[in-house]
Structures are given as C-alpha cells and as structure tokens.
T-cell receptor, first 114, second 112 residues
Framework: DQQVKQNSPSLSVQEGRISILNCDYT??????FLWYKKYPAEGPTFLISISSIKDKNEDGRFTVFLNKSAKHLSLHIVPSQPGDSAVYFCAASAIGFGFNKFYFGSGTKLNVKP | DVKVTQSSRYLVKRTGEKVFLECVQDMDHENMFWYRQDPGLGLRLIYFSYDVKMKEKGDIPEGYSVSREKKERFSLILESASTNQTSMYLCATVDSRNTEAFFGQGTRLTVV
C-alpha cells in the first residue's frame, strides 16, 4: 500500500497563476518531506523540503505547506511559468526514527500554458 | 555538486538477456538506491545499499539483483530480462544527513 499519495495525475494552469500540487501520507512517523521536479528523459531534481517541526517553507516562487494533523502537504508555485511544466513528486522519510529510505508519490504532471 | 552518473541513457535488450545497469557517484555517500519509474506508479524502490557489499530489498525486488563492490558504484542486474521490466531506471544517492536524494539522469530500458 502506498504510504505517499498524489491523487491528481495531472494539473493544467495558465502562466502567471498559482499552481497547487497536493500530497497525502499515511505514516505518522514521517518527519521530513521533499518535492522533486522531473523533466522527461532526465532524473528528478530536488526542489524544496520541509521538516515536521515547521508548517511552511518558502524558496522564491516555491512554498511548501505541511498540515501534520491532516497528513497533507502542498506545493505552491507562484507565479507559474511555462518552464515549470514537468512531473512533480513528493517524498517522505522518517529521519528521526532511523532513516532508511525515501517514499515517493506517483507524481503530478503540471502543464503551464503560455 | 554531487554527480550521479548512469552508464547508459537508452538501452534495448532482448527477452532473456542478462542486463547490467551501472551507477557511479562521486560524493562518497554511503546510501545508494535503485528505483524504477512507470506512469501512474511513480518511483518504486527496487534495492538499496548502506555500505559496500551490503544490500537490502526494496518494494519490488523480484527479477532484480544488485552488486556493490566499491562505495562509489552500485549496479542493478536483471537476471533474465522480461518485457514487464521495460521502464525508466533511476539511481540515487543520499547525503550523510539523509536530507536529500541525488538522482542520475536515468536509463530508459526497453526489453523486446
């Protein structure tokens, strides 16, 4: 059973608007979360992360929000640009409980229309 | 910058062949991973390794094995390739603080 879920396989947004990508997790031991971006025929690249001691982390146009009670995180991209079109994966791990691996969601394909 | 290099970008192999996918990292990281990416399924962990000569099964190890003879190199082996192993294979290494995974560029394997 998947411990990290991205229920929207795709999202289409107009350039300049906000993109919101969602991710849910089931394991309450997860205490560290990441977002990765992947272009076709390339490996995923790290985008932004958040520790469970925070509820928000911001880096330029990218902000990740964490709602621990709901076991939900989201990635906001503002403003969206055509170059943001890619597949986005969220990932989680349990660093405080003895890291062994990252668990990835199934990905959301973002299309930003010019 | 961390560099994770996979030996091939694209491979085409025949059913039943033994296939080797090689991954080399240059940052002296102990943890290395092999994932496969399939549409709708995301990244699924095949095998991982914490140290030289150590390996652990991930979520989908069937049909695969691994080798880690040197710290910088982690090889994925398809003992007898099958068409359902057609996929994008991604190697990753994780930093010492366990806070980020660094991926190679991926190998698109097609088994015919």
């Amino acid at each position: 059973d998947q411990q990290v879920k991205q229920n929207s396989p795709s999202l289409s947004v107009q350039e300049g608007r906000i993109s919101i990508l969602n991710c849910d997790y089931t394991n309450s031991m997860f205490d560290y979360f990441l977002w990765y971006k992947k272009y076709p025929a390339e490996g995923p690249t790290f985008l932004i992360s958040i520790s469970s001691i925070k509820d928000k982390n911001e880096d330029g146009r990218f902000t990740v929000f964490l709602n621990k009670s709901a076991k939900h995180l989201s990635l906001h991209i503002v403003p969206s640009q055509p170059g943001d079109s890619a597949v986005y994966f969220c990932a989680a791990s349990a660093i405080g409980f003895g890291f062994n691996k990252f668990y990835f969601g199934s990905g959301t394909k973002l299309n930003v229309k010019p | 910058d961390v560099k994770v290099t996979q030996s091939s970008r694209y491979l085409v192999k025949r059913t039943g062949e033994k296939v080797f996918l090689e991954c080399v990292q240059d940052m002296d990281h102990e943890n290395m991973f092999w994932y496969r990416q399939d549409p709708g399924l995301g990244l699924r962990l095949i095998y991982f390794s914490y140290d030289v000569k150590m390996k652990e099964k991930g979520d989908i190890p069937e049909g695969y094995s691994v080798s880690r003879e040197k710290k910088e190199r982690f090889s994925l082996i398809l003992e007898s390739a099958s068409t359902n192993q057609t996929s994008m294979y991604l190697c990753a290494t994780v930093d010492s603080r366990n806070t980020e995974a660094f991926f190679g560029q991926g190998t698109r394997l097609t088994v015919v």
